[in-house]
């Protein structure tokens, strides 16, 4: 069984020297009296959350989002596989699932309440790890719960080519809404105008001014900003807001592992405003899944949403997929495909 395991606790942006491939064998069988499901990977998923995870924290620290990894064990993250044995009553050999796996080909999966079957069989499996799994869930209810839109509105969505972002910004159209995406690259803003239907869109790299790109697309403010990266993007959008806005604080991904984090300015824009910001946990959203699942099914059925996936092949390519999230290597979501039956 070839897994990834975490070498050592990070501190700063991860490395592949932090982690190694490793093998040991596993029992392809449930253990006799033991509640628990036998996955074979097929997708490994990299979300920007793992980072959070591959560090070392003091007990009771209240910014903890889930349990560290731990030193020489696989690291853990959402995937889909195939049940191979199963003493679970709902599951059984050969069901297609998605949810909390292990970096590895094989994971004994003891907490089985992270593990759901997969619907529609008739898409790509792999968009259980994006646009129908978490980032999807993550888009969906973070835009609409915290964002509120109108028809009409003027919507602003930062690292928008990516897994959560792509989701964001058609929702956002679909919703009747005008949006404006920012990305790292020429080839994403590209991919924002001509595939997602962005009305607009700006490479925040080569841009000198981020609030003179913003008042270039959004001449009339922003009424709801979807945030992924926070920093200086936050703090532009902050003086941009129209009076009532909303800023839906999904990520921070320009500010993980820093030693010293970018110093917001603005943020008394939002007391004369009156501009909400309003933080996000995708944990408390999974109780909406199933309304989700159906409803994004239906669009990306329809054409209504276009899916762009980054897939790499083989377990051995984890490791710097995920380091690559944090300088914006990814095209799309992120998926490591290790097998793919
Ligand atoms: P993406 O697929 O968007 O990949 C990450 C992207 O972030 C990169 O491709 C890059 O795009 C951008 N990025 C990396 N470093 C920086 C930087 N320094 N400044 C600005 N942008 C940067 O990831 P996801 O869609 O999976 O996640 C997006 C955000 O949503 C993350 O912040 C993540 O933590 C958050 N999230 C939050 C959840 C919650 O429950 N609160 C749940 C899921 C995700 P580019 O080239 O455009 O810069």
């Not at 898409?123 to 980032?135: K, N, Q």
Request: glycine residues 12%; hydrophobic residues 40%.
């Amino acid at each position: 069984n070839k897994k990834v395991v975490l070498r050592r606790y990070v501190t700063g942006l991860p490395t592949e020297e932090d982690m190694e491939i490793v093998v040991d064998t596993i029992v392809l069988r449930v253990p006799a009296g033991q509640t628990a499901v036998l996955v074979k990977n097929l997708y490994l998923s990299c979300d920007p959350w793992m980072r959070d995870r591959m560090s070392k924290h003091d007990d009771g620290d209240p910014t903890v989002l889930a349990p560290d990894f731990v030193i020489g064990e696989a690291m853990v993250n959402f995937g889909v596989g195939k049940v191979i044995d199963s003493t679970h009553p709902e599951l059984t050999a050969g069901d297609l699932v998605w949810g909390m796996s292990g970096w590895e080909e094989y994971t004994l999966v003891t907490q089985t309440e992270y593990l759901s079957k997969i619907n529609h069989k008739e898409l790509p499996l792999s968009y259980y790890t994006g646009v129908l799994g978490m980032p999807g869930l993550t888009a969906f209810s973070c835009f609409f719960e915290l964002g509120k839109p109108k028809k009409g509105d003027f919507v602003f969505v930062s690292a928008a080519s990516g897994a959560v972002g792509q989701v964001v910004g058609q929702l956002a159209k679909i919703a009747g809404c005008f949006v404006v995406g920012s990305a790292g690259s020429d080839e994403k803003v590209s991919l924002l105008k001509d595939k997602f239907g962005y009305d607009d869109a700006f490479n925040y790299r080569s841009e000198t001014d981020l609030g003179a790109a913003l008042r270039r697309c959004l001449p009339d403010g922003i009424d709801v900003y979807f945030d992924s990266v926070g920093g200086a993007t936050l703090d532009a959008a902050l003086l941009h807001m129209r009076h009532g806005g909303r800023v839906a604080v999904c990520g921070m991904i320009s500010q993980y592992g820093l030693e010293e984090p970018y110093g917001v300015r603005n943020l008394y824009c939002i007391i004369g405003k009156t501009v909400r910001v309003e933080g996000f946990n995708v944990n408390g959203y999974f109780h909406l899944y199933t309304r989700f699942e159906e409803e994004m099914a239906g669009y990306i059925k329809d054409g209504k949403v276009t899916v762009v996936e980054d897939v790499v092949e083989g377990i051995e390519s984890a490791p710097a997929s995920l380091i690559g999230l944090f300088s914006g290597r990814n095209v799309g979501k992120q998926v490591v495909a290790i097998a793919h039956s």
